[in-house]
């Protein structure tokens, strides 16, 4: 494949005749693509830095990597240390505007999860494709808003824009306790107008999607407690159903009486017997037991992913009820640990999808319908929705995340740059 670099001038007649960028958009998009292979040396350099999320040290150099590139654009960078959370910390860069257009927060994340005995350590690359740990998740993306931003300093679309960059260092194995490792984060998006999360551009079916929605990602913990005894007198009146049973029947009525569109309540282990036991980490269960012996406990764990607030009240609601509906001679109870809230799918972030495909128009692309929220997992992003228009998936194409293969489409690193660009500028045009 050949790509021909265009000057700004032979851009815009390049382009479609219905487009209808700006003289500074048509020079964005070109400094984009003039500094193409700038951007993909920067991403080389950066998947080749392992930095695997208990890999202190190594989120930490990735964040010094990438300070000079931001000071470069007249940012000022800091480093959120968070020692209480056995986490690296936070790469945090702030570019003050005029203060009168929208405030932007960008989010992408430095850590993946190839820690540093992982045999997955280099970028390579083979034409249009590149392969590494981290390449789309989320090194890809960090890369796209780089490439942005100088395309806006080239430009001059970057001096009156308020933005604030946070890449964080633990998205892949989040810090404890939650509140405090994204703490910095939200109070982020309570600052912001608007944010953009930086993870990979959803494809499929051959087309891009845009991602106003994800759900959340929270977990819930059931245990259940019998009589135990003989057990040919399970059922009886002295004994009752054992521990196996009740958290049967829970288990069942959930699947059967709370399922809508959006929420999943995954059961990913379980156990019962007389003992059954759990870890502190809450992912390795133990149990023993005979067949003639009514179980004394039983438990299980999973997840809750709803869309909503509103729909994970009221699930965990209906959850609750029927708990307390025990069989004879059983109890039980059912706890929630809170991980990443849901990013509800708002008017505001549709409206800021709106502005992409308006873009999109501009530059000859075909528009992007919304991404099914089911379809995606949960993101930074969840953290600041409640409180700025949200738009996420804006990094590049890719695919084979979280395993050995992950691959990257380096041009699409271009493309989803120029969106941003454009995007951005014209949002530090609009009034707060």
């Known amino acids: 494949m050949f790509r021909i670099l265009l000057t700004a001038a032979a851009l815009a007649a390049a382009l479609p005749a219905h487009a209808q960028l700006s003289k500074a958009e048509t020079a ?16 080389e350099r950066m998947v080749n830095q392992n930095s695997g999320t208990l890999n202190l040290e190594g989120v930490r150099a ?6 000079p590139e931001f000071e470069a654009l007249g940012f000022k960078v800091a480093w ?26 960008l989010i992408a994340h430095i850590d993946t999860v190839f820690e540093a005995g992982s045999p997955f350590q280099k970028f390579v690359r083979d034409g249009d494709k590149a392969v590494g740990p981290g390449v789309v998740d989320d090194k890809g993306g960090i890369a796209v808003i780089v490439a942005a931003l100088r395309a806006m300093q080239q430009a001059g679309t970057l001096k009156g ?7 964080t260092g633990d998205e892949e194995k989040t810090g404890d306790p939650i509140p405090l490792a994204r703490r910095d984060l939200v109070e982020a998006g309570k600052w912001a107008d608007v944010a953009l999360e930086y993870e990979n551009l959803a494809q499929e079916d051959g087309r891009e999607w845009g991602t106003v929605a994800r ?26 159903y054992g521990a196996i049973y009740e958290i049967s029947r829970i288990l069942d009525h959930w699947q059967s009486e709370l399922r809508e569109e959006n929420l999943t309540f995954n059961v990913g282990v379980i156990a019962g017997g007389t003992p059954a036991s759990i870890d502190a980490d809450g992912v390795k269960v133990q149990a023993s037991g005979k067949t003639n012996v009514i179980p004394a406990q039983a438990i299980a764990r999973g997840d809750l992913r709803s869309l909503s607030p509103e729909q994970d009240a009221r699930a965990r609601e209906k959850m609750q009820a029927i708990v307390a509906q025990h069989l004879p001679g059983t109890s039980a109870t059912l706890t929630f640990q809170d991980n990443t809230p849901p990013m509800a799918p ?37 953290f600041v929705a409640a409180w700025a228009d949200t738009l996420a998936g ?3 194409i890719g695919g084979t995340l979280h395993a050995e293969g992950e ?3 380096l041009p699409s690193i271009s493309t989803q740059a120029k969106r941003s660009a454009i995007l951005m500028s014209r949002l530090a045009r609009e009034k707060r």
């Open 394 to 396: 804006m990094g590049p």
């Open 346 to 382: 708002t008017e505001g972030n549709r409206a800021l999808l709106a502005r992409v495909n308006a873009i999109n128009r501009d530059m000859g692309l075909p528009e992007m319908a919304e991404f099914p929220p089911a379809k995606r997992g949960a993101a930074d992003s969840s």
């Open 161 to 167: 824009a308020d933005i604030m960059v946070m890449l």
């Open 215 to 240: 759900r959340s990602a929270n977990n819930w913990t059931l245990t259940a407690t019998g009589k135990t005894g003989h057990g040919g007198s399970v059922f009886g009146p002295d004994l009752g």
């Open 28 to 43: 964005m998009v070109a400094t984009v693509d003039k500094e193409s292979d700038r951007t993909i040396a920067l991403l």
């Open 80 to 105: 959120i240390d968070v020692p209480e959370t056995k986490r690296a910390g936070h790469f945090v860069a702030t570019h003050k505007g005029s203060g009168k257009g929208k405030r932007m927060l």
């Open 407 to 409: 691959w990257l489409d």
């Open 62 to 67: 990735m964040g010094a990597m990438l300070q």
